[in-house]
């Protein structure tokens, strides 16, 4: 072989060992990558172009979905889209909304879904007091009804969690932030939960995280109004939190009230490294690192 051809392959072969060793946010021509760590792609919003959607999150740079089930039945189709698409990863458990269908121990199921090696937390689980059956014409009695089933099936999710070695995706909303904590303090600190969609001060973030737990935060960070939730990412340290979109909801700037998708963790990324005062690849390594530790299965 001519010696200027060995110094062209040798030249060749250090610039294939630097983009492999190189992480893949400091590649020459690859903005940082991001992860979407709550979407609901079982939703029937996605059913007629999933490729397509999961392709568009990759050219945006989010390499890694979590698709999260909200109970038995979208947790099994959870699991299928993490079989079909090798970005996607799967959440099971029960949402707090859909309490009342719930058989009356989810435990025994749930257990079965959680051994597949790319289940990699349980939930969305959590206590939602917001629209409770008297806010729409139903009876107090109602509302206690509700709420007892949606603490059973937490504590239910939370024990299936510990034994299974896993973590938990957290739905709170309305004034039940104290009792969300309270049925999680005996599990803490092995069982860590992330409290999606996190729109509260940042004095309720420091209880998140003294609980040894993390928040995320969606879109909602690039609403006009929504100056509150600013603050908190603001004061919220750099390795406990994560980014998502929660799509099909709450799409960011410039596509809000519209329906959302995973690609658009760029706008969310965008806002957010904004707020922190960063440069998007610290945002990526930080938050990308964040989610692999909480979602211990997720490579
Ligand atoms: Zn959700």
Request: with cysteine.
């Amino acid at each position: 072989m001519p010696r200027r051809a060995l110094v062209g392959l040798a030249r060749h072969s250090l610039f294939l060992g630097l983009a492999v060793y190189l992480p893949a946010s400091y590649r020459p021509g690859m903005s940082a990558v991001f992860y979407d760590t709550h979407a609901h792609l079982d939703y029937p919003d996605f059913a007629a172009e999933l490729p397509e959607i999961v392709q568009r999150a990759a050219t945006a740079g989010i390499e890694r979905l979590v698709t999260i089930g909200t109970d038995l039945g979208s947790s099994r189709k959870a699991i299928a889209l993490a079989e079909r698409f090798p970005a996607v990863y799967a959440v099971v458990g029960w949402h707090p909304n859909d309490a009342l269908a719930a058989p009356d121990d989810i435990r025994p199921e749930l257990h079965e879904l959680a051994k597949h090696p790319k289940v990699v937390a349980i939930g969305e689980t959590g206590l939602d007091y917001y629209r409770l059956p008297s806010a729409n014409c139903g009876s107090i009695a109602e509302d206690e009804v509700l709420k007892k089933k949606q603490a059973e099936i937490f504590k239910q999710q939370l024990q299936v969690a510990d034994e299974a070695g896993l973590n938990v995706v957290i739905h709170t909303r309305g004034d039940c932030f104290e009792q969300t904590l309270e049925i999680m303090q005996p599990f803490t600190p092995k069982v860590r939960g992330v409290f999606h969609c996190f729109v509260n001060e940042p004095a309720y973030m420091q209880r998140v995280l003294a609980m040894n737990s993390i928040v995320s935060f969606t879109g909602i960070l690039t609403f006009k109004n929504a100056q509150t939730v600013r603050d908190t990412l603001a004061a919220t340290p750099m390795g406990s939190f994560m980014l998502e979109t929660d799509s099909p909801f709450l799409a960011p700037v410039p596509y809000r009230g519209k329906r959302c998708e995973p690609a658009y963790v760029k706008e969310i990324s965008e806002a957010a490294a904004q707020v922190k005062n960063c440069s998007l690849e610290e945002l990526s390594a930080a938050t990308c690192k964040t989610a692999k530790t909480f979602f211990c299965r997720l490579n």
